[in-house]
């Protein structure tokens, strides 16, 4: 098949496994509305970006396949707004096991390793959004790893409590400076000391750096 930009669509090879781009057109069928996808195929697996559209003509999903699962993220619209938004992840299929990591609940900067066996190709992973009808505005999120959902850290668990450890950064400049002398109505030691002195002397006239007469 030849498409209008002159590309060859729909080959397959000699061993009856499709091949390269492909434009693929389902008809309505028992109340399930058709459409209309193109994409590419590698040895008849789906690769990379796919467009889906109504028969209309409206663009319905934007998805992403790696060995013929769905991989990263997927987009679905509804009359021409962003519906929902999923993330997922393609496990190579010669795999038996994979390695996941799993972020810790209580401590945001440990994970946990673990080797687990691959039952399915294809897992929910990473932020799913969804989008009030109609519009961009977002009303919900749900977080997988690994087909499995995230729940919330619990409250005050996620960042580690400090408080007992904080120093007052005033207090300690503070206390770095000198000290000043606190007038509690006592004479300075050096006053003293010159009064007792010149107790018996008569009265010395003090310079107060006054001038005139």
Known sequence: MISDRGDTLNCIDMNNKKQGKWLIHVDELRGEPGYEEEGEYKDNLKE????????????????????????????????????????????????????????????????????????????????????????????????????????PKPVGTHQKDTSANTINENTLLQDSLPKEKVNNGNKPKEILQFEKKNQHRKKVKMRDGTTGN
């Open 48 to 151: 990379g970006r796919w467009r889906r559209y109504s028969l209309m003509g409206d663009l319905i999903a934007v998805e992403n396949y790696r060995w013929g699962n769905k991989d990263g993220q997927q987009e679905y619209f509804y009359n021409g707004s962003i519906e929902h938004v999923e993330s997922w992840k393609a496990i190579d299929p010669q795999k038996k096991y994979d390695t996941i990591y799993v972020p810790d609940l209580y401590d945001e900067y440990k994970v946990d390793k673990k080797i687990i066996k691959i039952n399915a190709y294809a897992v929910k992973d990473g932020i799913w959004k969804y989008y009030l009808p109609g519009s961009s505005s977002l009303i919900r999120t749900e977080t997988y790893s690994y087909d499995a959902i995230v729940k």
